[in-house]
Every structure is written in structure tokens, then in C-alpha cells.
């Protein structure tokens, strides 16, 4: 299987232990950590190693996909992926995070334009499903451009925020009906 993306801009590769250090630096952001689900804060260089296992055994369940999106000049900037959706069908929900450095500047649809149509490619994948906190309408930006549409709100926890806030949920294409989103119980977030 290939795990190596490459864009117009962006080198999409798993992550490596070396990898550690600059992913709790930009992760480590409260602005980063509080628009994702499964970032908790403060988010430390131990938080970047368990990430890094999460993502190496999720990649060999198949279930989860993570990969460390990199820039010529600044290397790594954030991550993006795409994992299993229910238990059936072959629906993926797709997250992605940038460091603060690096937010409208298009990197975000473009890593994730790739890694869906790498999902499409190498998993089979039919549809996609991802959300945002309601208070990240930049991220629903993101999500509108790659042609999702949105389904409804659902309470999300965000383990930065240490609560439950409204999101907005997406779904592509236009009419997909995935027939189950997945789990975002707080008690079975797993730390990023």
C-alpha cells in the first residue's frame, strides 16, 4: 500500500518518532487543540509518542490512516487523515489539523483533497463524512470547497475543551446516506 502523498506543495508520509517534538509544538496550541475532537491540552511530547502508536496500529488494523503533512522549507505543518466510519460500508470520516502558521493559506484542502483521493484509491472508499466545532467556520470553508455538504449538528467533545460543544456534521458526495456516523462519546475519544 502506498503511504506516501505528494502534491503540488505538500508531502503527505507517516509519522516518525523524529516527528515528535514539532508535533506537540503545534499541537500543543490551544487555538490547534480546542478545533479538534481528539487533541487534549496541554498537549506534550508523551502525547506525541501515543499518538504515533494510535496511528501505527489504526494503520495496521486498517482502520485509521494518519499522515504527517510536510512543506518544502517548514517540514512538518500538521497532519491530516481519514478513518473508518461504523462498523459497515466503506465510509471514512476525514480530520486534518495545521499549526497556527499555516491556516489560510490552503493547505488544509489541499492535503485533504489528496488523502481522499488517496482513500479512494487505496481503501475503496465510496464516502467521507467530517465536521467542525461551530465556532471553526474556517474549517467549514475547507469542508464546502472539497465539495461536502452539510447533514445537521451534532454535540461534540473536544478533548481541549473538556466539553461538549454543537459542530456541524458533512457528508460527500451530495446524497451520500452513511448508515452510521461515528462514535463521538467522550469516553471513547482517544487522544491524538
Avoid at 31 to 45: F, L, N
Amino acid at each position: 500500500m502506498q503511504l506516501t502523498i505528494t502534491t503540488q506543495r505538500l508531502t503527505l508520509r507517516p509519522f516518525e518518532e523524529a516527528d515528535a517534538r514539532r508535533v506537540a509544538y503545534l499541537a500543543g496550541e490551544y487555538d490547534v487543540a480546542k478545533m479538534c475532537g481528539r487533541i487534549p491540552h496541554p498537549y506534550t511530547m508523551a502525547s506525541a509518542f501515543d499518538f504515533f502508536g494510535i496511528a501505527a496500529r489504526g494503520r495496521e488494523s486498517g482502520s485509521e490512516f494518519a499522515f504527517a503533512v510536510t512543506a518544502p522549507i517548514d517540514g512538518l505543518i500538521g497532519s491530516c487523515g481519514v478513518m473508518r466510519a461504523g462498523e459497515t460500508g466503506n465510509t471514512w470520516e476525514v480530520g486534518y489539523w495545521f499549526g497556527t502558521p499555516y491556516w489560510g493559506l490552503g493547505y488544509a484542502s489541499e492535503a485533504a483533497r489528496a488523502v481522499m483521493d488517496w482513500a479512494r484509491g487505496q481503501l475503496g472508499a465510496e464516502a467521507f463524512v467530517a465536521g467542525h466545532f461551530a465556532d471553526n467556520p474556517a474549517s467549514g470553508n475547507v469542508l464546502r470547497k472539497l465539495g461536502f455538504v452539510p447533514t445537521g449538528e451534532q454535540d461534540l467533545f473536544g478533548l481541549a475543551r473538556q466539553r461538549t460543544s454543537l459542530a456541524q456534521r458533512y457528508v460527500w458526495p451530495e446524497g451520500a446516506t452513511p448508515a452510521k456516523l461515528p462514535n463521538h462519546d467522550p469516553h471513547a475519544a482517544r487522544a491524538h
